[in-house]
Antibody
């Protein structure tokens, strides 16, 4: 059974950094592109970016490219999202997804709240 | 960026009814479109990919169609478990973009 389990969310102050993790199981992690998607409290879905199966290539939403970094550790079957200089508008539920085509599996999501 | 305009924003329908949700892309996305269902408090789930291919395990009452800039999701014989929000997403070109969603309720 494919499982994606995110962690690392919580309450964080504006300007701080945060690293989310997503542990994958039930499939060969190193065979798949993976992505991060977020959903705002108002339910708007926003694609954050993705990473190639071997970690050699990433794509990002232009508005987030300078602050967010996606990486992966295939030996640990883990996807990461490093968030820096967070802002109130980064408050959302963050999902990791398995890709291709479409996002065929989603994690349960992890909430990030940016507030002082 | 490719803009995805999804309609309607909300929809009320009766059990057994046929429902159609539409997404219009701001440019041709060459069938690079997926539809997702999100039930309250749950993660989204893939229904349709490549505009018209049914994801494994999805009931056959769900279908996708369209081409170019116009796409639709049809739900035949609406069931109570179909109450959810539905999103389209284009993956033809970066950055990938989502529609604003359609909230489907029972009448």
């Amino acid at each position: 059974e494919v499982q994606l389990v995110e962690s690392g969310g919580g309450l964080v102050q504006p300007g701080a950094s945060l690293k989310l993790s997503c542990v994958a199981s039930g499939f060969t992690f190193s065979d798949y592109w993976m992505s991060w998607v977020r959903q705002t409290p108002g339910k708007t879905m926003e694609w954050i970016g993705d990473i190639k199966y071997d970690g050699s290539y990433t794509n990002y939403a232009p508005s987030l490219k300078n602050r967010f970094t996606i990486s992966r550790d295939n030996a640990k079957s883990t996807l990461y999202l490093q968030m820096s200089n967070v802002r109130s508008e980064d408050t959302a539920t963050y999902y990791c997804t398995r890709d291709g085509p479409g996002k065929d599996y989603w994690g349960q999501g992890v909430m990030v709240t940016v507030s002082s | 960026d490719i803009q995805m305009t999804q309609s309607p924003a909300s929809l009320s329908a009766s059990l057994g009814e046929t429902v159609t949700i539409e997404c219009r892309a701001s440019e041709d996305i060459y069938n690079g479109l997926a539809w997702y269902q999100q039930k309250p408090g749950k993660s989204p789930q893939l229904l349709i990919y490549n505009a018209n291919s049914l994801h494994t395990g999805v009931p056959s009452r769900f279908s996708g169609s369209g081409s170019g800039t116009q796409y639709s999701l049809k739900i035949n014989s609406l069931q109570s478990e179909d109450v959810a929000s539905y999103f389209c997403q284009q993956y033809y070109d970066y950055p990938y973009t989502f529609g604003a969603g359609t909230k489907l309720e029972l009448k």
